[in-house]
């Protein structure tokens, strides 16, 4: 069975660095693309970026260039997001998903991640 | 690349038939036969529905169906119910860097 779990909700402070995580199981997680998706509440789904784990390569929308960075471990079938200096406007539900059937389709999708960053 | 366009909200009475379009371009629903429906209900995260504009994945109700026409796909559910309030999202498979292309989401109210 396809899982994905991410870590848990997060409170922080403007400025703090932060990394989460998407777990993944019961697929060989090097061969298909990881997405990561961000909703603010009451707002759409937006496209941040995707990885392929298996050589790593990444590709960002233009909006989230420079802004996060995303990264893979192989070895543990992980996929994280992480920030360097965390802004109020980053606060949202973070999704991963996984890009299925060669990318065709988001076959399925993690619990969310839920950010808060106040002072 | 820019968002696929879905309408705010739509509504329905329980029992009847609703339709949400999705339009995009000749890069991506234009192209190819890759367009894929979303359903996430209140507080919980998007959830796959249909994929290849009519195939559902199993455990997904036949109440819910997929055609395309040049740029606009369309999700429709029929015999709306109360359970089917959600937001509903598409996307599509683009030549595009990025893969995929989300829609901006649709709203549905049953009556």
């Known amino acids: 069975e396809v899982q994905l779990v991410q870590s848990g909700a997060e409170l922080k402070k403007p400025g703090d660095s932060l990394k989460i995580s998407c777990q993944t199981s019961?697929?060989?997680?090097?061969?298909?693309?990881i997405a990561w998706v961000r909703q603010k509440p009451g707002e759409g789904l937006e496209w941040m970026g995707i990885?392929?784990?298996?050589?790593?390569?990444?590709r960002y929308s233009p909006s989230f260039q420079g802004q996060v960075s995303i990264s893979a471990d192989e070895s543990a079938a992980t996929a994280y997001v992480h920030w360097s200096a965390l802004k109020p406007s980053d606060s949202a539900m973070y999704y991963c998903?996984?890009?299925?059937?060669?990318?065709?389709?988001?076959?399925?999708w993690g619990q969310g991640t839920l950010l808060t960053v106040s002072s | 690349q820019s968002a696929l366009t879905q309408p705010a909200s739509v509504s329905g009475s329980p029992g009847q038939s609703i339709t949400i379009s999705c339009t995009g371009t000749s890069s991506d629903i234009g192209f190819y036969n890759y367009v894929s429906w979303y359903q996430q209900l209140p507080g919980k995260a998007p959830k796959l529905i249909l994929y290849d504009v009519t195939n559902r994945p199993s455990g997904v109700s036949n109440r819910f169906s997929g055609s395309k026409s040049g740029n606009m796909a369309s999700l429709t559910i029929s015999g709306i119910q109360a359970e089917d309030e959600a937001d509903y999202f598409c996307s599509a498979y683009t030549n595009n860097r990025s893969l995929q292309v989300l829609g901006t989401g649709t709203k549905v109210s049953v009556l």
């Open positions: 998903a996984r890009l299925g059937r060669g990318a065709t389709t988001i076959d399925y």
């Open positions: 019961g697929y060989n997680f090097a061969k298909i693309w």
């Open positions: 990885i392929y784990p298996g050589d790593s390569e990444t």
